[in-house]
């Protein structure tokens, strides 16, 4: 399995550390939007597998950004064997950090160049969610200017319901360089959805991290906000009722006739894997119809390993 490494950087409370849990540790967004994470002290690290490969994350707390940026040989340190460094910007705090942010990503480019370090900067403009209706357009035009002109990526985010897939979206553009099997998931859920309305669906591994996720254009992701909890309950009543009588594959409907597919991979890849599909507008038929395409698509790419 390949080894990537992946530097978070930004100013203080920008949601480096949130990011990561969320995305990379399957943290439950909502539980976090109630009760944020204190600041990050000192240097903190993760390794977690991602489909095929084992991505090492780097957070840096961002009340010692200057002073790592200043330290040249502690900040190559930090950057061995990286192959992006992604700095968050607390979109809220646009105007008043955009001119530390030029001065950071002056910083971060002259020390890679100088030392002939091949490390990719990305972007991701965090909380877009917390911006007002008359702020939103001004905010992203402003940000997507100045990316422009530094010519790096750029990825709006958020943790919120109706804008998490802005987050996984961000993260698999990041990581799809880095892993062939990203690129191929992404393409069999994309292709399975294309016909369809109205609908999600995922693929999470046993820490309930999401590794891959599409929808259609039309899904509603307000209707994922009362679901967290609902997901890790069923889950884990899937995991029980798997374990007990072989149940590998289960379809509940909600009160709003909301239907939920959960489905095992396991049998195809020989990991722990979860296909789950969230829509209001398949019947059960239809919903099991995709589920098994979708499978179907899995155990033509990856087979049993």
Known sequence: MDKKKIVLLGRPAAGKTTIEKVFFEGANPAVLIDKPLPPTVGL??????????TVSIFDYPGQNMARVLDDEAKFMMILEQAFVV?????CTRWEAERP???VDVDAIRAVTRKNGV????????HKIDLLGEHELDGTRAAVKAWAGLQAVPLHFTSIAPG???LLY?????????ASGEARQTKEILDKNLRDC?????????ARNAVLALASTADFAFPLLHPLPGFFSSVVAQFESIKADDKVDHVIISTRQRTRVDFRSLEPFTGRDRRLIIVSDDLNPVAIHRLSDAITGDFKAAFGTR
């Open 169 to 177: 979206d961000a993260f698999y553009a990041v990581l799809g360089a």
């Open 118 to 125: 091949e490390v990719e900067l990305v972007l991701f403009c």
């Open 86 to 90: 992604v700095y968050a910007i607390d």
């Open 197 to 205: 309305k109205r609908t999600l669906c995922f693929i999470s591994d």
């Open 100 to 102: 530390d942010i030029q």
């Open 163 to 165: 804008f998490l897939h």
């Open 44 to 53: 903190s690290t993760v390794a977690v597998p991602w489909l095929d490969t």
